[in-house]
């Protein structure tokens, strides 16, 4: 197709909106008219099926859980009085807490104001706070915002280096639906230890996000946590950013939670248009179907030209791919559906994977994401009339027409500026396009279970370690190898026991000291308490 054919598709299929600063291009995927008719009673089904799930219809089968998340930036949408007066008073609660402490009415244990958040969380109770907060955080933020986003013991301490000495002007929020969360517990008990361990009492400088009743709400009730803040169950950790999982950190940082709310609130009403070419998030979701013939056969790209949006790839990739990646539809039929998702920042990739979108294997297709005002006030000229600004659009404007040149297929997506109202926009913008797109490939977007899967086995490796360990401390005169602990304890796994050795003799506080034979796998393993 020449210029003059891509130009003409541009100005037919492009979707503008005024009133959200956003446009959508899909000129340069090779759609046809004929497919757009095609698909459309599979989106009317969709609009049919979004509109059941806004008015609180069981969305969630496998858990018998309606789907509210939308009802959090609308609460006169929720299906009944007591869900709308408890969004309505958790946001009021979360703005009035926020105030308190940065005003100084509310304190650490020593009388001191709160100068750092402490985020506690795992999935999407880490990744929309952090996402907020590299997307629209200032220097001059009243508060400072840090993460435990894993249980790893070494990350910790990093963060907690970057702390250093404010730990006691640290308030640390522990957010975990459950309670059980493991990753999460691990975190604050390692933050508990850590102001212990400077002789500050951790419960006055903790305050719990989590359902009623649950393990984390019965410990902040127990140790007198300064407050608690709700999880409802039928807010998916993916969704839960215009929650309080996401607006009290951005509270507490000093971010505009009104204008992220109205920002979602304006983007919902766009995308409950019934004309699908009207409506961003069904054209979105159709791209999706398209590209991927609606059974994930090509991956997505993100590629974001704004360093604020290097975290947007990592929180899709929680959104789309723990709602998409289901093994069976709504029928119970095996379809191992999903879309991966993978992407970097622009113009980095000018010098890393660009080589290969362009050149390789042709098994994916790209969302280009830009923004068109550079930054706040004038930015001087580098080289005659550029601008660095102007070198970033042009990098992105040359990779799309060198993609298009390689028959790689992309998709623009553009707002204006990168503000609180804007990222609102981008949340709810794909969580809509998320749902569509569930509803055209017959999955359930709400439920997760390769995830608990997932926990279920890292609980039998935790259970198969306190054998090991135990075993090696019965009788420490002995060294053993990982077949002869296997054998005595009845594991049918040797490998999984000798990663467990392997990982014990290089911690010292598991006093396991290795032998090593022949080879690696042959080494001897002795407690030495």
């Not at 899709?316 to 991966?340: F, P, T, Y």
């Not at 623009?412 to 396009?433: C, N, P, V």
Request: proline letters at 2%; hydrophobic letters at 40%.
């Amino acid at each position: 197709m020449n210029m003059a054919g891509y130009w003409k598709r541009y100005k037919k299929y492009l979707y503008v909106s005024e009133t959200l600063g956003l446009t959508i291009d899909i000129s340069r995927m090779r759609f046809t008219d004929a497919y757009l008719t095609k698909m459309e009673p599979h989106m009317q089904k969709a609009f049919d099926d979004m509109q059941r799930l806004e008015a609180g219809a069981i969305a969630n089968p496998d858990e018998g859980r309606m789907v509210g998340h939308y009802w959090l930036r609308n609460a006169a949408l929720a299906p009944d009085k007591n869900t709308k007066a408890e969004i309505e008073d958790t946001l009021v609660a979360i703005k009035e807490f926020s105030q308190g402490v940065h005003k100084g009415a509310i304190v650490s244990e020593k009388g001191k104001p709160f100068k750092n958040v402490l985020v506690i969380g795992i999935g999407g109770s880490a990744l929309g706070p952090q996402f907020a907060a590299a997307a629209v955080g200032s220097p001059d933020d009243p508060m400072s915002v840090y993460f435990f986003d894993n249980t790893d013991p070494d990350g910790m301490d990093f963060v907690l280096g970057q702390i250093g000495e404010h730990l006691g002007e640290t308030l640390s929020l522990v957010i975990s639906k459950s309670g059980s969360t493991l990753e999460t517990r691990n975190g604050m008990l390692e933050a508990k230890n850590a102001y212990e361990t400077k002789g500050l009492n951790f419960a006055k400088h903790a305050v719990a996000v989590t359902g009623k009743g649950s393990k984390l709400d019965k410990i902040a009730v127990a140790e007198g946590w300064i407050a608690r803040f709700p999880m409802w169950d039928w807010v998916g950790g993916r969704t839960s950013e215009t929650s309080a999982v996401g607006l009290l950190p951005a509270a507490l940082q000093g971010l505009d939670i009104d204008s992220i709310l109205n920002g979602a609130r304006q983007c919902d009403e766009a995308t409950r248009s019934k004309t699908t070419m009207e409506n961003p998030s069904a054209i979105i979701a159709l791209m999706w179907h398209y590209a991927t013939k609606g059974k994930g056969v090509k991956d997505m790209v993100i590629l974001p030209y704004k360093d604020r949006l290097s975290l947007f790839t990592k929180y899709l990739q929680q959104l789309i791919m723990e709602s998409l990646g289901k093994e069976k539809d709504l029928d119970g039929k095996v379809v191992n559906q999903g879309i991966a998702v993978y992407g970097n920042k622009g113009s980095t990739d000018q010098h890393a994977y660009i080589q290969q979108l362009r050149d390789g294997v042709n098994n994916f297709f790209v969302t280009f994401v830009e923004v068109l005002k550079d930054r706040e006030g004038d930015s001087m000229f580098v080289e005659g009339d550029f601008t660095t600004g102007d070198y970033l659009s042009a990098f992105a404007l040359g990779t799309r027409a060198a993609l298009t040149e390689s028959a790689r297929e992309s998709m623009t997506i553009t707002i204006d500026k990168i503000d609180a109202f804007s990222l609102g926009i981008l949340i709810a913008l794909y969580e809509r396009a998320v749902g569509f797109y569930a509803s055209l490939i017959n999955i359930n977007a709400y439920h997760q279970p390769g995830v608990e899967a997932g926990k279920k086995a890292a609980g039998a490796v935790v259970t198969l370690q306190n054998a090991v360990l135990n075993h090696l401390r019965a009788d420490k005169t002995k060294a053993y190898s990982a077949d002869d602990i296997a054998k005595a304890i009845g594991a049918e796994d040797i490998e999984m026991v000798f990663k467990i050795l392997l990982r014990a003799c290089h911690n010292s506080g598991r006093k396991v000291k290795i032998t090593r034979g022949k080879t690696i796998t042959e080494s001897r393993f002795q407690y030495m308490g």
